[in-house]
């Protein structure tokens, strides 16, 4: 009986191990993180605790977005540049699979100027250890095309859209929670 008791303890207690094994790693970057997402674990400082709370995987992609020139009354083409860092990659949109969060970017329009026709780039397509069937993704540099459309009665000068990316990052191990990263795109108005 006393044997038996200690037994079920021992496996009580590599269930628990189990399970919790996991939880404590979950807070962990993964291992090809860019470097400045390490450093966010352990504010040193009353001003490092805003950046304690970034994402461990915040920087994997960013986006930017040049200057788009239209004249009031008019439309032009405009971009926003993805950059993936090495080891990474994002779902394409549409996504392969239903349950994969695909790429998806949204402008706020400003001013009157909108953007619509948004074109994502043609995806890679590849097969990664934790899918059955290869996925359609983007990696490195990838470009995402929409027109502009900016009404007769726009002021001249600058103006800023704000764009939101949504991204899942993933590796070849692995996808991450989703992800938004925020950019604006310039316009100039003639």
Known sequence: MKAERGMIKKTVFLSLLL???????????????????ANAS???????????????LEGIVRASAETVEVRAGQTAEASVRLAITSGYHVNANPATERFLIPTSLEVKPEAGITVDKIVYPE????????AEVPLAVY????????????PRDTA??????GARLRVQP????????????????????R
Do not use: W
């Open 19 to 37: 399970v919790a094994l996991p939880a404590c790693t979950s807070n962990t970057p993964p291992a090809n993180a860019p470097a400045n997402a």
């Open 42 to 56: 352990a504010p040193a400082n009353a001003n490092a605790a805003t950046s304690a709370s970034k994402s461990p």
């Open 123 to 130: 995806p890679l397509t590849k097969k990664f250890p934790f």
């Open 139 to 150: 990696e490195g540099d990838a470009r995402i095309t929409m027109t502009v459309h900016a």
């Open 156 to 161: 001249p000068g600058q103006h800023m859209l």
């Open 170 to 189: 993933c590796d070849d191990e692995k996808c991450y929670p989703p992800t938004t990263v925020e950019t604006s795109i310039p316009v100039t108005i």
